[in-house]
């Protein structure tokens, strides 16, 4: 039997578990697993699965649910600014999604340099870091403008920016903690004075500048530790 390894299974139903043509062929043209063997598979809702293989095609695997586990739920959330590359923003979720992380909000800043991003490219980031971490949920992902982001998630939020002396720390951080973080060039002044009169926390993450990527994934380390 092969390694250990986690797949994912959108159609789990009736103790019977079923896996599409990618990770159908993932599974046995790659990984080479056959009938009989034992995976463990993930729904991306918080439960996890061991599955004992008993149908193989070329299009399909099926196998019948033997062990079932439920996982707690993250309850990190992250309210970014859309980044420039995709790739950065790929990274960032797959850091986090390993870490553990309930939702991200990408948000449309004053200086983000893009608008546009395909969220569900990006869900298919989250499902394979999910799979590489062994983990049971994918998180909620949310595109909104600023204002939007503040009115829903703002409440109680920490806001971290790049202004010396702000008065809240990575230790003040909780697990279901809310925390904004800015694009590339930060959060615009008038952004800042939004949240400062929403009431939200600032937070600042260390006495170094931070990327977008790497201030996310401190604080998603910190709220979760």
């Not at 299974?9 to 080479?32: D, P, Y």
């Not at 695997?61 to 586990?69: E, I, P, S, W």
Request: net charge negative.
């Amino acid at each position: 039997m092969p390694g250990h390894f986690t797949f994912f299974s959108e159609e789990i139903e009736n103790g019977v578990a079923r896996f599409g043509e990618s990770e159908s062929k993932h599974m046995v043209q790659v990984l080479r697993f056959s009938l009989g063997d034992e995976v463990w598979c993930s729904d991306g809702k918080g439960n996890r699965y061991l599955v004992e293989l008993d149908f193989i095609s070329k299009k399909e695997v099926k196998g019948k649910v033997v062990q079932t586990l439920t996982v707690d739920a993250p309850e990190f959330t992250l309210v970014v600014g859309v980044l420039k590359s995709t790739d950065r923003m790929e990274w960032l979720l797959e850091k986090t999604v390993e870490l553990g992380l309930k939702r991200l909000i990408w948000v449309a800043c004053d200086n983000s340099e893009r608008s546009k991003i395909f969220l569900d490219k990006l869900m298919k980031t989250c499902v394979s870091a999910m799979k590489q971490s062994h983990g049971a949920w994918l998180p909620i992902l949310e595109h909104m403008n600023f204002k939007d982001a503040l009115d829903q998630y703002g409440e109680g939020a920490f806001f971290a920016h790049c202004t010396d002396g702000l008065h809240y720390s990575a230790s003040d951080l909780k697990s279901d903690s809310v925390v904004f973080i800015g694009p590339e060039g930060d959060f615009s002044a008038h952004e800042i004075r939004l949240a400062q009169e929403n009431g939200l926390k600032e937070l600042q993450l260390g006495s170094r500048i931070l990327r977008t990527e790497t201030a996310a994934i401190a604080a998603c380390a910190a709220a979760n530790l």
